[in-house]
């Protein structure tokens, strides 16, 4: 997305694993493991601006992760099956030397289409569900089983683009096409 939206930028990836508490609401946790995962990079590029982000999905009070098998895949989407969730990312952005920082999150509401195991089947056939957080992703394949989403797309996707731009400018970084 950062691609698209004509910046340019590196990619590394940090040394620390995502946390996962259940003591700890979804907006605390997505919170807290991107400025986990900005505070590593950072540590080993301090001139650099870093940028962190963290996504997950609520159904209710409860936060669900990245599924751990396809079996877990399956039972995640047949659980959202039908229902409006949320999705929360946070995003760090910092920059040691300077010590200036933005952090900020993003919910959505996302409802599915009442799935079927057949449809459940065919759609973790054409997506890596594992390393998504509640088995899926909105981009691509995604229209087959998101009925809806109220608010940001992009941030369903992993990284809202909108507060993103906004926070950029911030450290004076834009886009080239600006």
């Not at 895949?73 to 099956?81: P, T, V």
């Not at 760090?92 to 959505?108: C, E, H, L, N, P």
């Not at 594992?130 to 899926?136: C, E, F, M, T």
Request: aromatic share 6%.
């Amino acid at each position: 997305m950062l691609s698209e939206g004509g910046f340019e930028f590196e990619i590394a990836s940090p040394c620390v694993a995502e946390k996962f508490d259940a003591a700890l609401t979804l907006r605390e946790l997505t919170l807290w493991n991107a400025i986990r995962k900005g505070m590593s990079i950072a540590q080993m590029r301090p001139g650099a601006v870093v940028l962190a982000a963290d996504t997950l999905v609520a159904l209710g009070n409860q936060v669900i992760g990245k599924p751990m098998n396809l079996t877990e895949a399956a039972r995640m989407l047949r659980r959202l099956s039908g229902r409006t969730h949320e999705v929360c990312s946070a995003v760090a952005i910092y920059q040691q030397t300077s010590g200036k920082s933005a952090v900020f999150r993003d919910v959505s509401r996302v409802r599915f289409h009442r799935l079927t195991n057949a449809t459940i089947k065919d759609y973790i056939a054409k997506v890596g569900p594992l390393d998504k957080a509640g088995a899926y992703a909105a981009q691509g394949s995604g229209a087959e089983i998101i009925a809806k989403i109220e608010g940001s797309f992009t941030n369903v996707v992993g990284l809202p683009m909108e507060k993103t731009v906004a926070a950029l400018a911030k450290f004076s970084i834009r886009p080239k096409s600006a």
